[in-house]
C-alpha cells in the first residue's frame, strides 16, 4: 500500500507560480510505482488528468492546456513528485491530487483516474483574476 500526502497548493493571482509536492508517507520509494500522476477537479466537473511521469525513464506527458506552463517531475533521494505550475490562469483553480499506478497494476497510457488505486487528500489551488 502506498500513501501519498500533497502540500504546495494556495491562492495566487492569475500569471503567478505555486509548486505542488507529492510525498509518500510511509517511505515507499518512488520506484515502486510504476507511473505519478497529477490530478486536477474544478468545482462541477470531473476528474482530469493534468500531467503524468514514468518513473522508470521519467517520461512525462501532458493535458495540452497546461503545456509550456507545467512541469512534473520526481526526485528518488526524496521520494517526491512535483508540479511546478507557471502562468496560471483562473481556469487552473480546482483541488489538485496526486496519484500512482504501482508496477502491477494497469496501464498508465490512458491516464484514467479508475486505474490510479493510490490517491492523496489533495491540495487546494485558486487562482484570481
Known amino acids: 500500500q502506498v500513501h501519498l500526502a500533497e502540500s504546495g497548493g494556495g491562492a495566487v493571482q492569475a500569471g503567478g507560480s505555486l509548486r505542488l509536492s507529492c510525498a509518500s508517507s510511509?517511505?515507499?520509494?518512488?520506484?515502486?510505482?510504476?507511473?505519478a500522476a497529477w490530478f486536477r477537479q474544478a468545482q462541477g466537473k470531473g476528474r482530469e488528468a493534468v500531467a503524468v511521469?514514468?518513473?522508470?525513464?521519467?517520461?512525462?506527458e501532458y493535458i495540452d492546456s497546461v503545456k509550456g506552463r507545467f512541469t512534473i517531475s520526481l526526485t528518488y533521494d526524496k521520494d517526491t513528485v512535483y508540479l511546478q505550475m507557471d502562468n496560471l490562469i483562473p481556469e487552473d483553480t480546482a483541488m489538485y491530487y496526486c496519484?500512482?499506478?504501482?508496477?502491477?497494476?494497469?496501464?498508465?497510457?490512458?491516464?484514467?483516474?479508475?486505474?490510479?488505486?493510490?490517491w492523496g487528500q489533495g491540495t487546494q489551488v485558486s487562482v484570481s483574476v
Open positions: 496519484a500512482a499506478i504501482p508496477w502491477n497494476g494497469a496501464s498508465c497510457y490512458n491516464r484514467n483516474a479508475n486505474d490510479f488505486p493510490y
Open positions: 510511509i517511505g515507499t520509494p518512488v520506484s515502486g510505482v510504476k507511473c
Open positions: 511521469i514514468y518513473t522508470y525513464n521519467q517520461g512525462t
